[in-house]
């Protein structure tokens, strides 16, 4: 079983005074509590596939990813634990020394290589991976953030830390979004849920983007799985301090007076901007007194 060396995120009550003063109630699934190497959702974007690399024979797993990329982290953990070989392929040049979450993933025995931003920009093509092939040999090669069909449903497992606890009374469950196949995940996997709706606080500076590739990772389930409506969800692109890694002073002051209120960890790329976007929601009125929030720590390297 691969997940006999993780534990079960726990369900944390928060008591913050930009949410409870306006009489919200937040919560937080601690995903960042699951293992110490490999959290968050990037777990559960990667257990799927790695049920598939362990069919492959000496498998090499080949992704991509910028210099601070919690996928090719949590990808470089997984094949240490799990024992198969991989490769990173960087968004521009590789920066020397190593910053710590490159330093991390080649102590794990990945290979990095950088490649030109013109170059990256075809990492999805035909002719740009069969090049790849060429270049490294036989390799798997996963998209960018490791969001794929097999990331999806391992997506959907998230909403059964959830069921149990909270679904009766739960307004929103909310994530920070970069690719879009968590959030599409959690709600088809919420089905079942009633009065609750799904909302995504965009890391990107792409207004509009998100909600498409939701979209799309719905309709595909859809017509490959089972033709069933997800729970209602919306993205709000308001949040991205400029854009992805991006960040600005009113964020960095938000997530330093989160962690002192409260002891929680965060980092301002994505569970910060999450809380941050929330808070401004619950300032706004959008989100009303009484509501419940149940925000998912998706991990990620402070």
Not at 1 to 8: C, D, I, Q, V
Not at 77 to 85: H, P, V, W
Not at 125 to 132: A, N, S, V, W, Y
Not at 231 to 242: A, F
Request: hydrophobic residues 35%; positive net charge; aromatic residues 10%.
């Amino acid at each position: 079983m691969l997940e006999s060396a993780f534990t079960k995120p726990p369900i944390q009550d928060v008591d913050f005074s930009a949410f409870s003063k306006y009489g919200v109630k937040l919560k937080i699934l601690r995903l960042d509590y699951i293992h110490k190497d490999l959290n968050g959702n990037k777990w559960f974007k990667l257990k799927r596939n790695i049920e598939i690399f362990k069919t492959i024979n000496n498998p090499t797993v080949l992704s991509f990813g910028g210099a601070y990329s919690n996928h090719l982290r949590a990808l470089s953990a997984a094949g240490k634990i799990f024992s198969f070989k991989t490769i990173g392929l960087i968004r521009g040049e590789i920066p020397r020394p190593l910053n710590p979450v490159l330093s991390f993933a080649e102590c794990n025995g990945m290979t990095l290589h950088g490649i030109s931003r013109g170059d990256y920009r075809l990492k999805n093509t035909k002719e740009f991976q069969q090049g790849l092939r060429k270049r490294f040999g036989k390799v798997f090669i996963l998209p960018e953030g490791g969001s794929n069909q097999e990331a999806l449903l391992g997506c959907m497992e998230i909403s059964k830390y959830i069921k149990n606890k909270t679904a009766n009374r739960l307004t929103y469950i909310s994530m920070a979004c970069g690719t879009g196949v968590t959030l599409a995940g959690i709600a088809l996997g919420a089905r079942s849920f009633h009065n609750t709706k799904i909302l995504g606080v965009s890391v990107l500076k792409a207004p509009g983007y998100l909600a498409k590739e939701v979209k799309s990772y719905i309709e595909g389930y859809k017509l490959n799985f089972c033709n069933s409506e997800p729970t209602p969800w919306d993205i709000v692109d308001d949040y991205h301090c400029g854009g992805y890694a991006k960040t600005n002073s009113d964020l960095i002051d938000f997530c330093k007076n989160f962690i002192k209120e409260t002891g929680v960890s965060i980092e301002p790329i994505y569970t910060g901007k999450l809380l941050f976007g929330l808070a401004k929601h619950v300032e706004l009125g959008l989100i009303s007194s009484g509501d419940e929030i149940l925000a998912i720590h998706t991990g990620g390297v402070n």
